[in-house]
């Protein structure tokens, strides 16, 4: 894609003919490249001989990103993408000893207070501008992109129906019905193990599904929005990070991270975080369930993690920083722990991707509590 934008320029411009036509398939796979990475002043050249050195500023590379300091909205579709970016933190309980650790807080998003958001928004929008009109959205979830398309519906006027695997805590109907929409709770354990029956149900019906795990939408909202807003803080903050850590479920935001990073920036490690076999953390699973975006990138590693260990870690994080991480954010912490303690990971600046936060997990608490006061 444009190879990024390496550095923080582009040198040359797109060769245009006099009426301003993009001339040739390669100027033509530039240009579009530039457009989808968020580029608003396109460069262009008649005379292709003399390249040109352009600053990403000029280019209107970052103007998406909008700190909206006074924090007034027109209304609820822009506290979204006029809220970003979310907060980048500094976490106390894991840093130390020569490591600087930063949590990038997903659940600042406000639909399903999740990094789910933005592929709510950035489906339904896609969808939209492609001429879709119907009246019906379906969609397999494990909760947090059901809450963002909720919302979506209830913001454009359609319909949604959820598919919700077995292992989901309970608490998601009741979020999901409250936000409007219809909630179908299955037998099966996996989300992806829905799709069949969504894409049948949808064929029937003349629904859309929207479909998460194959949506081009997903990977590229991250890659224009959360990836890039990352650098932005990072930046800001003076942080060359070491390393990234994240969880995967359709793979969408790691994987943009991922090819964002390794393209733009070099020489930061990406880990990706899964769920050990047979274990169950909400939002995240393992590769081999199959994800399409992952096989876009090389993650330096991928690190498995029990439903135990993510607990822990987020109570780690809940007890010295006071704000209360959910399950994969745990995950992220718990592998970040690991990979350090392994003594796998030089000193430096370390950024954790935290998807959402613990309030929708309740039970999963109350669970970890009552296994410890009857192991104790
Ligand atoms: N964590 C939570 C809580 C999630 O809901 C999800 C996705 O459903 C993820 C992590 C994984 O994100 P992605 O689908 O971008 O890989």
Redesign the pocket.
């Known amino acids: 894609m444009a190879e990024l934008l390496q550095k923080n320029s582009l040198t040359s411009a797109i060769p245009v003919d006099s009426s301003g036509k993009v001339l040739g398939e390669e100027a033509r796979r530039i240009y579009w490249s530039l457009r989808l990475l968020g580029v608003r002043r396109i460069p262009a050249s008649r005379d292709k001989t003399v390249p040109i050195e352009l600053k990403l500023e000029d280019l209107g590379f970052y103007d998406d990103i909008d700190p909206a300091p006074m924090r007034v909205f027109r209304d609820t579709m822009e506290l979204l993408y006029r809220g970003w970016p979310t907060p980048l933190v500094g976490l106390r309980s894991l840093s130390g000893d020569g490591f600087r650790v930063w949590a990038k807080l997903e659940w600042y998003n406000p639909y399903s207070m999740?990094?789910?958001d933005r592929i709510g928004w950035y489906m339904v929008k896609q969808a939209l501008e492609n001429g879709w009109r119907g009246d019906k959205v379906y969609e397999a979830t494990?909760?947090?992109?059901g809450m963002a398309l909720a919302a979506m519906a209830a913001i454009h006027g359609f319909k949604v129906r959820l598919y919700i695997p077995r292992v989901i805590q309970k608490a998601s109907d009741t979020l999901l019905r409250a936000l409007g929409a219809e909630v179908i709770r299955t037998e099966k354990p996996l989300t992806v193990d829905l799709l069949e029956d969504v894409r049948r149900d949808a064929a029937r019906d003349r629904a859309l599904h929207i479909d998460q795990f194959g949506n081009d939408a997903n990977f590229l909202v991250h890659l224009r929005y959360t990836a890039k807003e990352l650098e932005l803080q990072l930046r800001t903050a003076g942080v060359n990070p070491r390393g990234i850590v994240g969880?995967?479920?359709?793979?969408?935001?790691?994987a943009a991270i991922t090819f964002y990073f390794k393209n733009r920036v070099g020489g930061t490690k990406i880990y990706m975080v899964q769920p050990a076999k047979g274990e169950v953390i909400?939002?995240?699973r393992r590769v081999e369930t199959g994800m399409k975006w992952i096989h876009w990138v090389k993650p330096d590693a991928v690190v498995e993690v029990t439903r135990r260990e993510a607990i822990e870690a987020l109570l780690t994080v809940a007890r010295r920083d006071g704000i209360l991480p959910?399950l994969?954010s745990g995950a992220v912490a718990a592998a970040f722990m690991k990979l350090r303690d392994r003594g796998e990971l030089e000193e430096g600046d370390y950024v954790l991707v935290f998807?959402?936060n613990g309030f929708k997990y309740v039970e999963q608490l109350n669970e970890y509590f009552e296994s410890q006061s009857t192991a104790g």
């Open positions: 999740s990094v789910k494990s909760t947090n992109t969880g995967i479920g359709t793979s969408g935001h790691m909400p939002g995240i959910g994969s998807p959402d």
